[in-house]
């Protein structure tokens, strides 16, 4: 059965608290992405990785980190420099055969809260 | 730079009449445009996407866009609504020969179908 796994659904972090969101997929896609969502401000992108070992900043890159170790996987950190990290966070990934006319699967979220 | 506007924060509509979502896109070049619906807590799902051929697409769940050059737009329609399609609904594009650069998402159209 083949998609994008985001875990856990549901996390809560203490202040001053690293935490990291896993994101695994087994479509053999290429690229892989982190958006956060928050109300009325849609899907703003956090970093996006395109090839292993390799990935670039996004919009709003501040206070996060990411790894591209395996194709298969890319977490996401939030670090405790991210001031108001409560929000929604989705992980998607494409192939990128062709000349990139392929939209995103997306994983089921996992939503962060601060305590 | 590629961006996207939905005007609407919310669109409210009877079950059974015709519903539309409007998206707006700037980009350079020619678009890839996508439309994706969220329904709570869930990840994104693919409606349907615009890239060559045909200005009016087919989609998922008998949902159809029309694509708009000269007015850069690309509005999602549906003849007949139904209560089980309301949903957070949203617009993405990007360039053609943009170099696989990341969707831009709008902020969000909330639809409901009241019965």
């Known amino acids: 059965d083949g998609g994008i796994t985001q875990s856990p659904k549901y996390l809560f972090r203490k202040e001053g608290q690293n935490v990291t969101l896993s994101c695994e997929q087994n479509l053999n896609h290429d690229a892989m992405y982190w958006y956060r969502q928050d109300p009325g401000q849609g899907l703003r992108l956090i970093y996006y990785?395109?090839?292993?070992?390799?990935?670039q900043k996004g919009d709003i890159a501040e206070g996060y980190s990411v790894s591209r170790e395996k194709k298969e996987s890319f977490p996401l950190t939030v670090t405790s420099a991210q001031k108001n990290p409560t929000a929604f966070y989705l992980c998607a990934s494409t192939p990128l055969t062709g000349p990139g006319d392929y939209g995103y699967s997306f994983g089921s979220g996992t939503r962060l809260t601060v305590v | 730079a590629q961006s996207v506007a939905q005007p609407e924060d919310q669109v409210n509509v009877a079950e059974g009449n015709p519903l539309t979502v409007k998206c707006t896109y700037s980009v350079s070049g020619n678009p890839y445009l996508f439309w994706y619906v969220q329904y709570p807590n869930r990840g994104l799902q693919f409606l349907l996407k615009?890239?060559?051929?045909?200005?009016l697409v087919k989609g998922s769940y008998g949902f159809e866009a029309e694509f708009n050059k000269s007015q850069t737009s690309f509005h999602l329609k549906k003849p007949s609504a139904l209560v089980s399609d309301s949903a957070l609904y949203f617009c993405?594009?990007?360039?053609?020969?943009?170099?696989?650069?990341?969707?831009?998402f709008g902020k969000g159209t909330r639809l409901s179908v009241i019965a």
């Open positions: 615009y890239i060559t051929g045909d200005n």
């Open positions: 993405a594009v990007r360039a053609l020969n943009s170099g696989n650069t990341p969707l831009v």
């Open positions: 990785s395109q090839i292993v070992n390799d990935f």
